[in-house]
C-alpha cells in the first residue's frame, strides 16, 4: 500500500525558500506514475503546484512556474519541492500526492496527511 | 485561464439525495474527478474519469458530467457523508483545475 509523508520546515520568513520533502514508501517512484504538489491555504480550496515524473518530465502552473522547483531522488524515493521568494500568500497546508495521468485525463491518489507551512516574520 | 464553478454549500436531510454541481465551459469534453475532504484530513478521490469509483467506495456515489456541467451524486445520504467536495479537470492551456469546493451538510 503506497503512502505518503510530508516533512519539511513549518515556519519560514518572508523572502526565504521553502524547502519540502514527500517520502514515498510502498511504491518506487521510478515505476511510473506522475507525482504532484497541492497546497490548501487555511480555509480556502486546492491549488495545484506542479508534478513530475522519473523521466524528467515537470509541469508546473504558469502563475507559479517562475518560483517552484520541483524534483526527485529515486534512489531515496524522495519528491521535492523549492518554492522561492516566500510571502505570507504562501502560507498553506502543502500535500504530496501520487497522481494518474493519461492523455487528457489525471487524478490524484493517495495524498499525503500534509504540512503546515507558515510564512511570517 | 480555465476555470470552475461549484456551489459553496449544499445541505440534504439524512437519507436523502444530494447533487453537487460543477460547472466550466465545455466541461463535458474533459475528465472530471471528485474528491472528499473531511476536517482535519486529507482529500480522498471518490470519483475519477468522471464517473468511476475507487474500489471499496459505495455504489451510492455516482458521477456524471456532460455539456458545462459534472454533477457528483450521493444517495441514501449519512451523517458520515458530510464534507467538503472539490471537483478538478485536466485543461490543455492550465493543466492542473480544482474547483472552490462545496460544504456538503447532512441536516
Known amino acids: 500500500q503506497v503512502q505518503l509523508q510530508e516533512s519539511g520546515p513549518g515556519l519560514a520568513k518572508p523572502s526565504e525558500t521553502l524547502s519540502l520533502t514527500c517520502s514515498v514508501s510502498g511504491y518506487s517512484i521510478s515505476s511510473g506514475h506522475y507525482w504532484a504538489w497541492i497546497r490548501q491555504s487555511p480555509g480556502r480550496g486546492l491549488e495545484w503546484i506542479g508534478s513530475i515524473h522519473h523521466s524528467g518530465s515537470i509541469f508546473a502552473p504558469s502563475s507559479l512556474k517562475s518560483r517552484v522547483s520541483i524534483s526527485m531522488d529515486t534512489s531515496k524515493n524522495q519528491i521535492f519541492l523549492r518554492v522561492t521568494s516566500a510571502t505570507a500568500a504562501d502560507t498553506a497546508m502543502y500535500y504530496c500526492a501520487r497522481e494518474e495521468r493519461s492523455g487528457s485525463y489525471n487524478w490524484f491518489d493517495p495524498w499525503g496527511p500534509g504540512l503546515l507551512v507558515t510564512v511570517s516574520s | 485561464s480555465y476555470e470552475l464553478s461549484q456551489p459553496p454549500s449544499v445541505s440534504v436531510s439524512p437519507g436523502q439525495t444530494a447533487s453537487i454541481s460543477c460547472s466550466g465551459e465545455?466541461?463535458?469534453?474533459?475528465?472530471v474527478s471528485w474528491y472528499q475532504q473531511k476536517p482535519g484530513q486529507s482529500p480522498v478521490v471518490v470519483i475519477y474519469q468522471d464517473n468511476k469509483r475507487p474500489s471499496g467506495l459505495p455504489e451510492r456515489i455516482s458521477g456524471s458530467n456532460s455539456g458545462n456541467t459534472a454533477t457528483l451524486t450521493i444517495s441514501g445520504t449519512q451523517a458520515m457523508d458530510e464534507a467538503d467536495y472539490y471537483c478538478q479537470a485536466w485543461d490543455s492551456s492550465t493543466a492542473v483545475v480544482f474547483g472552490g469546493g462545496t460544504k456538503l451538510t447532512v441536516l
Open positions: 465545455k466541461l463535458g469534453d474533459k475528465y
